[in-house]
């Protein structure tokens, strides 16, 4: 499963014998506990939180921000 798939073109039967799963009841508990430690959680890394500061640089680098600064002074 290390090379790229276009699972878009491909049907449910060649997607579910490449997963190697049951369409009806998933993954057995074992599989998937060992599909976790080989391929890590299935979960999102978030990105960290911005600060104050570069959100109020980001406002004030809009150029609409800008224009406006512009028209009241």
């Not at 790229?4 to 799963?21: A, C, D, S, Y």
């Not at 980001?58 to 800008?66: E, F, R, S």
């Amino acid at each position: 499963m290390s090379e790229k798939k276009n699972w878009h073109q491909m049907n449910i039967e060649e997607i579910r014998g490449e997963l190697k799963t049951d369409l009806r009841r998933g993954l057995t508990k074992e599989e998937a506990e060992k599909r976790a430690r080989e391929y890590g959680p299935n979960a999102l890394k978030e990105a960290p939180p911005r600060s104050l500061f570069s959100m109020f640089l980001g406002q004030m680098t809009d150029i609409l921000v800008i224009i406006l600064l512009v028209a009241a002074v």
